[in-house]
């Protein structure tokens, strides 16, 4: 397993912006496919984004157009860059690495969209 740290979150205004980031500790970051999940207490962890190591993307219908996920596997790390914050984004958020069948989840990062 890999270890993750996210760091990030914060209390934010609607239609504002963060930016979290994701430090993996391995040496091999590139062959992971990466992503955010998030999850409210309460409710289940839902996904948000995935980049694979060459950068293909997907994104949850909820955060599409508003959402940027990227990587820059000189640094071991990923990003999610969020636009137009909306309250119903506040959620504690999770860094996830996926390698074959093995995953391994982040401690989280809070997001607070509130004004």
């Known amino acids: 397993q890999v270890q993750l740290v996210e760091s990030g979150g914060d209390l934010v205004q609607p239609g504002g912006s963060l930016r979290l980031s994701c430090a993996a500790s391995t040496s091999i970051f590139s062959r992971y496919v990466m992503a955010w999940y998030r999850q409210v207490p309460g409710k289940q962890r839902e996904f948000v984004a995935f980049?694979?190591?060459?950068?293909?993307?997907n994104y949850a219908n909820s955060v599409k157009g508003r959402f940027t996920i990227s990587r820059d596997n000189a640094k071991n790390t990923v990003y999610l860059q969020m636009n137009n914050l909306k309250p119903e984004d506040t959620a504690d958020y999770y860094c996830n690495a996926v390698l074959g069948s093995v995953a391994s989840w982040g401690q989280g990062t809070q997001v607070t969209v509130s004004s």
């Open positions: 980049i694979t190591g060459g950068g293909s993307t």
